[in-house]
């Protein structure tokens, strides 16, 4: 399944692709909480939805571009979470970080994951207690690493006062930015050892990355110390959280 849910991703992409190349209009508007959605969201979206539901028929799809409602999804115990372009303000600045996020739910655990960046052609992927990275068609398991002084990863368009205060008393340490579900996916591989996150997220933007990082070694609990958990809510927002290997 792992391997036609990367394909999937990578069709996706390839969608994605489109607009970003300038082949079709990517038509900007902004939706209800004032984030922004393109032409390419939506034509990923199609292409993943399509897919997933040829994949397995009888597992019902979650996207961020289109949710269904609480009443619907109160009950699921499995689940595909799907963003299908995660990164939009990246992939507005055309800086490439931006990424197709498909995750499979399983009571409220992410238990298979695949992050897709098509710009980079990278793909990392996650099942059953191990965690890949492929690129340039050659395909590589990934675990997390140590390192002092630690690299943090911070979002690239979300900064905030809280995490400027964390950085403050973290301690030796050095940072860098970028943007989407790449944060994640840096851990994973042990480019960097920790990833805070204190501003608002919701399910799709982290079920991927978090089965990617998981896989890969590393912890993503929130700030009581909690795993983060899929479990279907009425609110898609996660709380603030951290990915780290300590």
Known sequence: MLEHVCQLARSAGDAIMQVYDGATPMDVASKADDSPVTAADIAAHKVIVAGLKALTPDIPVLSEEDP???EVRQHWQQYWLVDPLDGTKEFIKRNGEFTVNIALIDKGKPVLGVVYAPVMKMMYSAHEGKAWKEECGIRKQ???RDARPPLVV????HADNELKEYLQQLGDHQTTSIGSSLKFCLVAEGQAQLYPRFGPTNVWDTA???AVAVAAGA???DWQGRTLDYTPRESFLNPGFRVSIY
């Open 142 to 144: 990934i675990r997390v």
């Open 219 to 221: 912890h993503v609990h």
């Open 208 to 210: 991927a990355g978090h």
């Open 154 to 157: 911070i979002s690239r368009s």
């Open 68 to 70: 269904p409602g609480w």
